[in-house]
């Protein structure tokens, strides 16, 4: 089955610009969908296929994608955003359609 | 409003069973193609295992395979996963999430707010 991996930890200065990235063979056929999770709560869809934000997701949060990588970007993070995040594809490796998370970023705001 | 509600979880011995389930309300159930995710403790996500909307196609992660079982009843709105030959490593907070899939663009729109799995002697 196919991975994905992103990178365990990455920090942001409150107000500033986070990009977090999810490198994958999975994502050269699938678009990355992204979750938040903070502690003790189950995770919230943020970003889905090139660029959709479900209702109620502030429009900082953003979605790309290149080859293999996706990214969610934060544009001025604020506190709220410290999270985990998890990207998540569809794996069409082998005979059938499984799903495939990646390990999970850890989002510090300073 | 859309509502995914698991049940059913609990501290069980290696080699145990276990049936979860999942009360879903706010949307069309039978429409949907139905998911159970785990997260074990300190730990990330996993997916486990899917299910079709018509119970057509079904899919298990190769660490769930043939000791799992996932099933839904449309007439009762409902979400089961049967957990068979429990091992520690299956120690984990189980998660209900509806999945949508359109033009290759699939995602997780829904989660419940999980159900907690101990398996310890």
């Known amino acids: 089955s196919s991975e994905l991996t992103q990178d365990p930890a990455v920090s942001v200065a409150l107000g500033q610009t986070v990009r977090i990235t999810c490198q994958g063979d999975s994502l050269r056929s699938y678009y990355a969908s992204w979750y938040q999770q903070k502690p003790g709560q189950a995770p919230v869809l943020v970003i889905y296929g090139k660029n959709n934000r479900p209702s109620g997701i502030p429009d900082r949060f953003s979605g790309s994608s290149s080859g293999n990588t996706a990214s969610l970007t934060i544009t001025g993070a604020q506190a709220e955003d410290e999270a985990d995040y998890y990207c998540?594809?569809?794996?069409?490796?082998?005979?059938?359609?499984?799903?495939?998370f990646g390990g999970g970023t850890k989002l510090t705001v300073l | 409003e859309v509502q995914l509600v698991e049940s059913g979880g609990g501290l069980v011995k290696p080699g145990g069973s276990l049936r979860l389930s999942c009360a879903a309300s706010?949307?069309?159930?039978?429409?949907?193609?139905m998911n159970w995710v785990r997260q074990a403790p300190g730990k990330g996500l996993e997916w486990v295992s899917s299910i079709s909307s018509s119970s057509s196609y079904i899919y298990y992660a190769d660490s769930v395979k043939g000791r799992f079982t996932i099933s839904r009843d449309n007439a009762k709105n409902s979400l089961y996963l049967q957990m068979n030959s429990l091992r520690a490593e299956d120690t984990a907070v189980y998660y209900c999430?509806?999945?949508?899939?359109?033009?290759?663009?699939?995602?997780?729109?829904?989660w419940g707010q999980g159900t907690l799995v101990t398996v310890s002697s």
């Open positions: 998540n594809s569809r794996d069409s490796s082998g005979n059938h359609l499984n799903w495939v």
């Open positions: 999430a509806r999945s949508v899939c359109t033009n290759g663009v699939c995602y997780f729109d829904y």
């Open positions: 706010g949307f069309t159930f039978s429409s949907y193609s």
